[in-house]
């Protein structure tokens, strides 16, 4: 068996009118996924689709100084996903249009993380229990930014018992 009969041949994925072209994507992790991190996935992991950590939609909302810090992204690294969690549609609205005006290629949605600080927030995988304000949440992100998005889901599982995230597209 040569190493040519191994290789397996992945097609891009399309999200909205940003093709992806090697469909592995890096999934957001927190402390983790900064710049460098992204870089290095990028480029030696061949991963087509890289995202930040989680970052707060009230913290862009009250301009808190730190969180602006975690807008560490540039366009080399397109296409990306800036990932948002809050609870309240208008305030994920306004965060979604502040990192898209700062380069964002998508913008994802967290609804996948159980916890307590997120949980607080009313926004990740508590999202799914309340699916009007889930969808409200993404309605108004819809509503506000013109490039395509994501929802990044828990399975199942809850907090003791969690399995891998699942990505929606919108
Ligand atoms: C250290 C760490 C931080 C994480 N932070 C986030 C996060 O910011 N946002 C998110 O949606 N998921 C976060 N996750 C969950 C991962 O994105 C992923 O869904 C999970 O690790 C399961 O993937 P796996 O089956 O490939 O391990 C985090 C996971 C780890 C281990």
């Known amino acids: 068996m040569t190493a040519d009969s191994t290789r397996i041949e992945l097609k891009p994925l399309k ?5 992806i072209e090697t469909p592995l994507t ?7 996924t900064n ?17 930040t950590e989680l970052i707060s939609s009230k913290a862009i909302h009250y301009r808190n100084a730190k969180t ?3 807008f560490d992204w540039s366009p080399d690294e397109s296409p ?12 994920m609205a306004e965060a979604a249009r502040i990192v898209v005006d700062h380069g964002a290629n998508i913008v994802d ?3 996948g993380c159980w916890v307590p600080k997120v949980a607080r927030s009313g926004g990740g995988a508590v999202l ?4 009007c304000t ?6 108004a992100v819809v509503k506000t930014v013109e490039g395509p998005g994501t929802v990044k889901v828990a399975a199942g599982g809850g907090q003791k018992n969690p399995t891998p995230g699942h990505v929606l597209a919108f």
Do not use: H, S, W, Y
Request: glycine share 10%; with cysteine.
């Open 26 to 32: 890096l999934a957001p992790m927190a402390g983790q």
């Open 35 to 51: 710049r460098a991190f992204r870089v290095l996935c990028r480029e030696i992991g061949d991963c087509g689709l890289v995202c």
């Open 134 to 139: 889930a969808t409200a949440v993404v309605e």
């Open 128 to 131: 799914l229990k309340d699916v």
């Open 68 to 70: 602006f810090k975690m």
């Open 109 to 111: 949605i967290n609804m």
């Open 80 to 91: 990306f996903a800036v990932q948002l969690f809050g609870g309240e549609p208008d305030v």
């Open 15 to 19: 999200i909205g009118n940003i093709t």
